[in-house]
């Protein structure tokens, strides 16, 4: 009774919703405004609830959105996250007002628009100069008389009367219906009425700009059809970039026949657009499906609007589902250009799913999403178009004529109109393709559907595996005269550009066949431009964009076979390829038409299609290879090996692994072991094929060297440069388990050293291989390479964590050394060979990988972002790629790495990489759990994996917070730059400007020598000469001989140095790849005073204020100390003074 009567006497605070709606909207309204509205609201007082009224049973409607969230939605959460989406893209009631106010003001003004005389339509002499009429009039000849006159009618239309309009970019349609005296019967031929149209918008304009209650103006272009040219107005002041409001002059309801704009009618003369007189008959024209559907455009959009009012009327969720649609439509970018997939578009399909009640009128906006996504998916309008007219009059033209006029078909209510009209079928397909992935990733219970579907951008540079672009757009002139393409032009209205990309993507399915699984393109864009600018040229558009997802089976092979010689497809072969086809016999005995691509190394394998686009561009379409600006491989260059043949590192590392693969097997075949070897794994990344530069055969020139035949071993002369680096390649020997191996952890060392002295002598004895065995480790010298192999005894962790206290009992307590020991012998070997599995499958994954740990290493992060850890952040990539496809290329994948980084809620979330798909929707869940219930005390950046669920091993150590916002912030910038600098061919920096690190953050800079950094040519900057470095080029290396200094990098020792001596007052960063500067930063307490302790001295002095000695650090003598500890390594030291604030 006692909780009854505390939960009965609480007090509920209600909140009116408008108020929170309008809140931020509340912060620029002036004083006075803001009393006036206080004195509209009503207040609302506590009320107490009776206990009845507490303990109330939920009502029909409660339980029925209960059980939506249930059944509909992986968790509650994904409701709720819906629901707050839909009120941020809502429009405000605030701003629906000033909407209505601005739209009322411009209905006045141009229902007061004055009448002009009578000219004809050529005379534009009553126009102002200020204000340019928004369509090429060309040809110039044009019948027809015209005279200004104030609209019979204005209508809203479009988005806003229906409720589906959303922000951020809100836009209002107004409809000013054209007055039928200024139009003629037959002013649809010839783009009389087009021009008809626009010079009355742009009267509309000249009159409009006299208007103080108009703020500013412009002209565009209606899904970017330039003879639909439309004005664009927003209102004046603070409020001018809240809204924009299009004038759409139109037709006045039934002024023309529709079945005058049937898809297999010519509505454009050849003879008036070429200027050459022509005999033709209207029956022998050339039909003009595009520009009838322009025009048949104009006649219905207020009834499109009356029959989606019908609809919506009749599904609540109606305007919701739109919402959702155009949210999921935008973060694709298929909802803005020429031939896009538009609100409008998304608003006709829910219409059509309802009218033929594939859906219902009672489903929830999620459901209607869900619905249109699953129809997207499963319907191909290229193939069978769909239809709103319920019954079609005998005028309307059938689905088989759209067809035979149009790539892509959806006919509108009226069944005369190609709503689809200007899209292109790879458009389309596209559309298709973002819908099935879309619903593959929905149905996954491990994915975060709402994050991946609604949340994040797709942009084609992140999509696209290999994307280029065409530059000079004034060449597809020569393309439409190349492939003959007169009728298109007159269709398009001069428009080259939309004239040539179906053909150009036509031939581009062709020559890339099944090398791709889909083909997209950019959209025209809707141009923009002042009342007194001359409508925008066809050239003057942005590059026209194409990208690609490639199919890795056969992206890269470097044969295209075509049919046997005799076969009749062979002329058609021959035609496509021109003088690349010739005849070829196979080691199978046929003879076949083949064309041969060059390429050696994967890296240019990866570049086959840009051959192949290089190639069908120019041969058919009269595109010089100038024209096209390749950009789907630029970034590589970061990581290509300083070879004679250009490589990104595939097959340094397949040699690697083949010569470990080789050595294993003799490991397993040694004979005089005490004990067998159970197993031999490779711990090295570049085993894995992620090593940045992978270590390669070296021969070595013996003249840099002293020889110490003693030990086998040569040692560097002190006159010559730093040696070139080897690198040890770390490989795990596992032996058998036996009683005779010792408890006691010393004893278990010693014996481990003797297994590797075994190992040297018997390696030595029966394969004449030059080994040094140490305690620790043996090093074998293998066809120019080194491999360390460290022994290992399963049961040496837990006897390392076994130790016996005072009383005598066994204690079994985890310990820095059996972790460490535990990670180098079990994690370590098990995630190499793991991630080697991913390497198989996705043959870019090792690339990947080595472009995102070059980027970490140039901007200075190597030691935050451990080599494993950046693995494994590139293998989630693949792994759950939502929404994406896995990577098909290094550099998409390093994009989406960048993205990865710097979006990711790392403190709210664990990253799951579900290698070997070994853990269910359970075991997410748990991990999640786990997660949110100890947040406080794991790692910033919490890697989950089947075999670490709630630990994180691989970023105990490594990143600190700070570091990881430093990552996170260069990585949004760095994803910044590089898509700007790829999508910009105006661009002067290299793509290399993303990785060379801000150094002004740092207080001191220690320059090095850079004779003694030995992997100086892995830097971003590649100096153009190099120091030699002891190896002799081109020459094939072999077993045995004199073994080199091995690990011996002094960049590396010195920075261990620098750390030991100094890690207490500041924090030492550098580029192990070739980085020629070492960047220093002090500890934000480094320069706290201390109190005086003799233990505590070292590089400290001593103050003495009011008889208490404090000490300080000594700046100069530590600066001083770096130049004496990196003695012949170091060439300077700039101290950044501006910055240090003690």
């Not at 007090?11 to 108020?19: A, F, G, K, T």
């Not at 040809?139 to 209508?155: E, N, Q």
């Not at 699984?517 to 959209?523: K, V, Y």
Request: hydrophobic share 40%; charged share 20%; with cysteine.
């Amino acid at each position: 009774m006692k909780k009854k009567r505390t939960i009965e006497e609480a007090p509920l605070e209600v909140i009116r919703s408008e108020s929170r709606t309008d809140m931020k909207e509340e912060d620029n309204v002036g004083p006075s405004q803001s009393k006036k509205r206080k004195d509209k609201e009503v207040t609302f007082h506590p009320v107490k609830l009776s206990t009845s009224h507490l303990y109330k049973p939920p009502t029909a409607e409660e339980l029925n959105h209960l059980k939506d969230a249930e059944s509909l939605f992986h968790c509650s959460l994904l409701k709720m996250q819906m629901e707050e989406l839909l009120k941020e893209v809502t429009l405000s009631e605030r701003r629906k007002q000033q909407i209505d106010s601005f739209i009322q003001t411009v209905t006045k003004l141009l229902q007061a628009v004055p009448q002009t005389p009578e000219v004809e339509v050529n005379d534009l002499s009553w126009l102002s100069s200020a204000v340019k009429v928004p369509i090429p009039l060309l040809p110039k000849t044009l019948k027809g008389k015209f005279h200004m006159a104030p609209p019979p009618s204005i209508d809203t239309i479009g988005s806003y009367p229906l409720g589906t309009c959303t922000k951020p970019r809100v836009v209002v349609d107004l409809a000013v219906t054209i007055p039928a005296t200024i139009l003629h019967s037959k002013d649809f031929l010839n783009q009389r009425y087009p021009r008809k149209r626009a010079i009355y918008l742009a009267g509309l304009a000249q009159y409009l700009a006299t208007c103080s209650d108009i703020g500013t103006m412009s002209y565009s272009c209606l899904r970017g059809d330039h003879l639909r040219p439309i004005l664009l107005l927003s209102p004046p002041g603070k409020d001018s970039s809240a809204f924009t409001v299009r004038l759409h002059a139109c037709l006045p309801p039934g002024f023309f026949k529709p079945s005058r704009f049937r898809p297999q009618m010519n509505n454009i003369r050849t003879g008036w657009y070429t200027g050459v007189n022509n005999t033709k008959s209207e029956i022998n024209e050339p039909p003009t499906p595009h520009y009838n559907s322009s025009v048949l455009g104009d006649l219905l959009p207020r009834a499109h609007l009356q029959f989606l009012s019908v609809v919506s009327a009749q599904c609540a969720a109606f305007p919701e589902g739109v919402a959702l649609l155009k949210v999921w439509l935008r973060q694709r970018e298929l909802d803005q250009g020429a031939g896009c997939f538009n609100g409008f578009l998304a608003s006709m399909l829910l219409a059509f799913l309802l009218t033929t009640h594939r859906i219902s009128n009672t489903m929830t906006s999620y459901q209607l999403l869900r619905n249109s996504l699953h129809f997207l998916a499963s319907t191909d309008l290229t193939v069978n178009g769909i239809s709103l007219a319920k019954d079609p009059n005998s005028t309307a033209p059938s689905l088989a004529d759209f067809h035979n006029a149009f790539q892509v078909v959806f006919i509108d209510p009226s069944g005369h109109l190609n709503m689809c009209a200007d899209m292109t079928s790879c458009t389309y397909k596209k559309l298709q393709h973002e819908a099935s992935v879309s619903m593959q990733f929905w149905d996954d219970p491990t994915v975060d559907g709402f994050q991946s579907l609604l949340m994040t951008p797709k942009p084609m540079m992140r999509t696209c595996d290999h994307v280029f672009q065409l530059c000079e757009l004034v060449k597809l002139q020569s393309s439409c005269k190349k492939l003959n393409l007169l009728n298109e032009l007159m269709d398009q209205s001069g428009n080259y550009v939309h004239a040539a990309l179906p053909f150009i993507l036509s031939l581009l399915q062709k020559g890339l066949g099944q090398r791709i699984s889909l083909l997209t393109h950019s959209f025209s864009p809707e141009p923009e431009w002042s009342l007194e600018s001359e409508p925008p040229k066809f050239k003057a558009q942005p590059p026209l964009s194409f990208g690609f997802l490639l199919q890795s089976e056969q992206a890269t092979s470097v044969l295209e076979r075509g049919p046997p010689a005799d076969s009749p497809k062979a002329a058609e072969f021959r035609q496509l390829w021109g003088v690349r086809s010739e005849l070829r016999r196979f080691q199978d005995g046929a003879i076949t038409e083949a064309v041969l691509w060059e390429g050696e190394t994967m890296c240019q394998k990866r570049l086959v299609p840009q051959q192949i686009i290089t190639h069908i561009l120019l041969l058919h379409a009269d595109i010089p290879q100038s024209c096209v600006r390749y950009v789907g491989a630029i970034v590589d260059d970061v990581i290509k090996m300083k070879n004679q043949v250009p490589s990104t590192g595939e097959e340094e590392s397949l040699l690697v692994i083949q010569s470990f693969d080789d050595l294993s097997r003799k490991l397993w075949k040694l004979d005089g072991l005490p004990l067998s070897i159970t197993s031999v794994q490779g711990a090295h990344p570049a085993l894995r094929y992620t090593q940045v530069f992978p270590p390669v055969p070296l021969k070595f020139d013996f003249s840099f060297f002293h020889k110490e035949k003693a030990f086998q071993s040569l040692v560097p002369k002190e006159d010559k440069p730093c040696p070139a680096y080897v690198s040890p390649i770390t490989a795990i020997c596992h032996m058998e388990g036996s009683g005779k191996w010792p408890h006691d952890r010393n004893a278990i060392r010693h014996i481990k050293a003797a297994f590797h002295i075994r190992l040297a002598e018997l390696l030595s004895m029966q394969h004449n291989y030059t080994c040094r065995p140490y305690a620790t480790h043996l090093d074998v010298w293998k066809d120019g390479l080194v491999f360390r192999i460290q022994v290992a005894y399963h049961r040496e962790p837990q006897v390392l964590r076994e130790t016996v206290n005072p009383e005598g009992m066994l204690v079994v307590r985890d310990n820095e050394d059996a972790q460490c020991l535990e990670m180098t012998t079990v994690h370590r070997p098990l995630i190499t060979s793991t991630l080697h599995g991913v390497q198989q499958q996705h043959p870019c994954f090792g690339a990947v990988c080595r472009l995102a740990k070059r980027w970490l290493g140039a901007q200075l992060f190597s030691e935050a972002i451990t080599e494993d850890t950046a693995d494994l952040l590139v293998a989630s990539l693949f792994l759950h790629p939502a929404p994406f496809t896995p990577p098909g290329s290094p550099q998409v994948g390093f994009l989406r790495f960048l993205h990865l980084l710097s979006s990711f809620d790392w403190r709210n979330n664990p990253l799951v990489v579900n290698l070997n798909k070994q853990l269910t929707a359970a075991d997410y869940t748990e991990i999640k759990n786990d997660f949110l219930a100890s947040r406080e005390s794991l790692p910033v950046m919490f890697i989950a994996t089947p075999k670490d669920k709630n630990v994180s091993i691989w970023t105990k150590q490594a990143p600190t917070i700070q570091m990881l916002q430093r990552v996170i912030l260069v990585a949004a910038e760095s994803l910044k730059v590089l898509e700007h600098q790829l999508m910009d061919g105006g661009q002067i920096q290299d793509v290399r400007v993303a990785l060379r690190p801000p150094l002004d953050a740092y207080d001191v800079l220690i320059h090095l020598n850079p004779r003694q950094v030995p992997l100086l040519g892995q830097a971003v900057d590649r100096p153009h000469l190099n120091f030699n470095r002891g190896v002799v080029p081109g020459s094939k290396p072999h077993s045995g001989g004199m073994m080199p200094v091995v690990d011996y990098n002094p960049v590396s020792l010195f920075l261990a140095e620098l750390r030991d001596a100094f890690g207490d007052l500041a924090l030492f960063f550098y580029d192990p790849y070739g980085g020629r500067v070492i960047a220093v930063l002090w500890k934000p307490t480094a320069f706290v005073p201390m109190p005086f302790k003799t233990s505590q001295m070292s590089a400290r002095s001593v103050e003495v204020t009011d008889g208490k000695a404090k000490t300080f650090p000594n700046v100069e003598a530590i600066l001083e100390d770096f130049r004496i500890i990196g003695h012949d390594l170091v060439k300077s030291v700039e101290a950044r003074t501006e910055r240090w604030s003690f």
